[in-house]
């Protein structure tokens, strides 16, 4: 444990040079639109393949 301040240290400084880049590209990471979880699009997934199983009539669109 006792690199673990260098680590930290790479951590930051490579964090600062990766949010950089992206500002002198125009990019504000704070202005994106928040990307939906994956987790979250896997349960939601999942779920409507079930919902589809139990009412496969609706599948049309009737």
Known sequence: MSAEPQ???EHVSN???VRETLLNRGIRPESLPA???VKKVERRLSSDEKKALKNPDTLDGE
């Open 7 to 9: 680590i930290s240290h």
């Open 15 to 17: 964090n600062a040079a």
């Open 35 to 37: 990307a939906e979880d």
